[in-house]
């Protein structure tokens, strides 16, 4: 990350999740340039509002990769949240208590799939496990 033109983000509001963050500087957006998307669109004050809200749990950082690619599209800062806002746990629960219900002899991964297939990256996969093992 020394060496990488995003240093000085790092150093600004990188710091909280130093993995994460280097992650995301040194693969996530290499990666995305790679695939053809233009990373100079991202700026410097939408990154560290990115990294502001994950570290507020208010979007999940499975999300990130979502997040940029909207906003390599043009979307607003508050499109991104609104749009990738983190599931809360009575919403969450209500979404897995009607998963089970309408699979009741499916295994735990199976539900797993189905519970993660309808609320994409806006919630922690270990949090969808440990309601998923409460209900069944």
Not at 1 to 11: A, D, G, L, P, V
Not at 24 to 46: A, M, P, V
């Amino acid at each position: 990350i020394i060496k990488s033109k995003y240093y000085t983000w790092f150093e600004e509001f990188g710091k909280s999740d130093p993995v994460f963050a280097t992650n995301t500087f040194l693969s996530t957006l290499k990666d995305l340039k790679r695939r053809g998307y233009n990373i100079d669109k991202i700026k410097k004050e939408d990154m560290k509002a990115l990294f502001s809200m994950i570290e507020k749990n208010e979007i999940e950082k499975n999300s990130m990769r979502d997040a940029l690619i909207m906003l390599i599209e043009g979307k607003d800062i508050n499109k991104i949240r609104e749009t990738l806002a983190t599931i809360g746990e009575e919403e969450l629960r209500i979404i897995i208590d009607d998963v089970v219900k309408n699979n009741p002899d499916k295994k735990e991964s199976v539900l797993m799939g189905i519970v993660m297939a309808k609320v994409g990256n806006r919630v922690n996969g270990a949090v969808v496990t440990r309601i998923l093992r409460e209900i069944k």
